[in-house]
Every structure is written in structure tokens, then in C-alpha cells.
């Protein structure tokens, strides 16, 4: 899902930087909302677990150049189920960052994109979840359906945003959308993985007992809204 460098240039990256402050406006709004829930304590920590997953997912786990851009397995939709959506949206903008910095220096102009590219889907995703799933249901108890539904509002987020900024960038030449298809293609693979991954991860914490009332996870993971 990264903005590869030279995809938007020039004055056309002021728009990044506005979208990414909308959305950190957001997200700073929803942190303070959970701090006030559970306490400074368990956003912090539950933030540190979301940086390390997703900076595992950056450069542990398997990625690939198809198209315009690259596919991760950033597995949204299980970052939101376990840990919350403030949380997940620090751990993901963090674990960015920091990949930017110590790892992909080329990438750190394109961080407003990215950040943009990852953090409004992750925020419909919440939106989504509150009207699919009853407030009397924990996450733990989720079907296949719903996580496939969560997982197709932030996986599809991410190739809408890829497809944007690849358009407004180098407009509709057939090469360009060429890239965007294939690497829209491509993440079928990725939304085929996670509705899943999500259901084993719920199946496990299910089963563990000593996480009910834990700091690290998030409330409704286990209680009704």
C-alpha cells in the first residue's frame, strides 16, 4: 500500500498533507474518547502492541512490488478487533513512521499519503462496525460475514486510496491503470487471508481467559458495547 516516490510530486502534495492532518484531527478525537474509557495506561499500551504488529507487517512479514504500489499484509480489521480503533490508528501512522525513518528513508515524502492511505479506511472500518454488529455482541463472538464486511471496508479503503493518488498523480494513462488493476488484483489475496485470520485470533482470545478486563486488549473485545 505505500505511495511509491515520484507517483505525486510538486505542489500536488499539499493535498496529502491535508487529508493527513483531517485525519489525525480524527484520531486524536477518538484517543482521547478511550483514554477517558479505559485510562492513559491501556491507549498506551495497546498502542505499542499496534506499532509492533504493523511494523512487523511492514518488514517481517511477506511483500511484494505489484503495480503502482506495494501489498503488505496489514491486517487492519484484526488491529481494530483486539485492540481498538485509537490504538490501532497510533500503532499504524507509528509503525509507518518508524519504518520511514530507520528502514525506507524514500518513502518519508509520501508519509502524509500513507498515513492517509491507511487511517481512513481504518476509521470507516469503526464506522462500519457499530452498524453491523449488535451492541449486546463482543467481538469475540463475530461471524464470518461481519469480518469479512470489516475486512472489505479497510482492505478496499486502502486500494481505493492507492488508486487515487496513482490518478491524481499521473492521471488516466493506460499504463497507470494498469498498475492500479493489478494491484487491486493482487490484494484479493490479502482479503481472502485476513476475514480468517481474524476468526483465529478471536477463536484464541476466546480462550484466554486471564485477557478479560486485560489493559492490552480492547473492552469490547469480550463485553458488549
Not at 498502542?47 to 507487517?57: C, E, H, Q, W
Not at 481494530?80 to 497510533?90: C, D, E, K, T
Not at 472500518?125 to 471496508?153: C, E, F, G, H, M
Request: proline content about 4%.
Amino acid at each position: 500500500m505505500h505511495i511509491e516516490p515520484g507517483v505525486v510530486t510538486g505542489a500536488k502534495i499539499a493535498l496529502s498533507y491535508a487529508t493527513a492532518a483531517g485525519v489525525a484531527a480524527h484520531g486524536l478525537r477518538e484517543a482521547l474518547r478511550e483514554t477517558r474509557r479505559r485510562g492513559l495506561l491501556s491507549v498506551l499500551a495497546r498502542s505499542t502492541l499496534a506499532t509492533g504488529m504493523v511494523f512487523s507487517s511492514f518488514e517481517i512479514l511477506p511483500h511484494f512490488p505489484v503495480g503502482v504500489s506495494e501489498v503488505h499484509f496489514i491486517l487492519g480489521s484484526t488491529l481494530f478487533l483486539l485492540l481498538g480503533a485509537a490504538p490501532a490508528a497510533i500503532g499504524l501512522a507509528t509503525g509507518l513512521l518508524i519504518q520511514g525513518l530507520f528502514f525506507a528513508p524514500g518513502d518519508l515524502p509520501q508519509y502524509a499519503m500513507n498515513v492517509t492511505t491507511l487511517l481512513v479506511p481504518l476509521f470507516t472500518l469503526s464506522a462500519l462496525a457499530r452498524r453491523i454488529i449488535a451492541d449486546n455482541t463482543p467481538y469475540v463472538d463475530l461471524k464470518y460475514r461481519q469480518a469479512l464486511a470489516l475486512s472489505l471496508a479497510f482492505q478496499g479503503g486502502v486500494v481505493s486510496w492507492v488508486g487515487f493518488w496513482a490518478i491524481y498523480g499521473h492521471g488516466l494513462q493506460a499504463e497507470n491503470l494498469a498498475g492500479i488493476a493489478s494491484f487491486a488484483g493482487a490484494y484479493v489475496i490479502v482479503l481472502a487471508v485476513e476475514p480468517l485470520a481474524d476468526l483465529a485470533v478471536l477463536a484464541a482470545a476466546k480462550s484466554l481467559r486471564g485477557l478479560r478486563g486485560s489493559l492490552l486488549v480492547t473492552g469490547r473485545l469480550f463485553r458488549p458495547a
